[in-house]
């Protein structure tokens, strides 16, 4: 019988997808650079996609000159659009403001919350900006929900890396075998895991087949399928 669900945050509680395509349009409209043309959203969306996971990359892996996510989008913008420096940090600021204060939830993350509050200790474990974070958790109305919430960039270390999972469990006062913990990401949620030793849940929102050598202790393709093993 475990004691705690531990989730990971972005596409699994939330959908972080929606959320970024929100905050991208609501932003490109207020700037006037955007008036619903799907033509022109089509080539744009791709194109900052790929400079922003980059730009991202280098800054998770501290490579090169950005040191916040400001920096990353920002450059991101540069590479994407054509316009002066100024104009780009003001969509940034637009944009973040957008991203970090909307929440849009995955199918069967508010009913599984509601069932599990009041079971078990709740918990979420994210590789990503706590400023972002808390603030969605907030604007989805969830955050008291959570006995312990643990950011990358708050405590200095990632998914997989086992500490992050210790981090959590100790914030909890339980151990590994106390705890299952959710996620849709085999390299970072699977493995980080499987590197506690806690059991894994996985998450399969995109329906993919699993390698022989992936074994989580459970596999679902919807969220509210996670409450036949609670």
Known sequence: ?????????DNTLLDYSHSEVDAMKKTLRDHGIW???????????PVFSQHNFRHWMDFVNK????????????????DSLD??????????????????????????????????????KLGIISNGIGEAQRKRLAAGAISDLFHSVV????????KPRREIFDHALA???????????????????YQGAANAGIDFCYYNREKMRL?????????????QELLNYL
């Open 83 to 120: 316009a002066d420096s100024a104009r780009h940090e003001r969509l940034t600021a637009s944009y973040w403001d957008y991203f970090c204060n909307n929440c849009h939830f995955e199918n069967g993350a508010q009913g599984v919350l509601d069932f599990a509050r009041d079971r078990y």
């Open 151 to 158: 950011v990358s960039d708050e405590v200095g270390i990632r």
């Open 35 to 45: 008036e619903d043309e799907e033509a022109w959203w089509e080539s744009f969306w």
């Open 63 to 78: 490579r090169g000159p950005h040191r916040t996510i400001q920096d990353v989008l920002i450059s991101s913008f540069r």
């Open 1 to 9: 019988m475990y004691k705690a669900i531990l989730f990971d945050l």
């Open 211 to 223: 390698a022989d050598s992936h074994r989580p202790k459970y596999k679902i393709d919807e969220l």
């Open 171 to 189: 914030e909890l006062r339980l151990a590994p075998s106390d705890v299952l913990f959710v996620g849709d990401s085999l390299t970072d949620d």
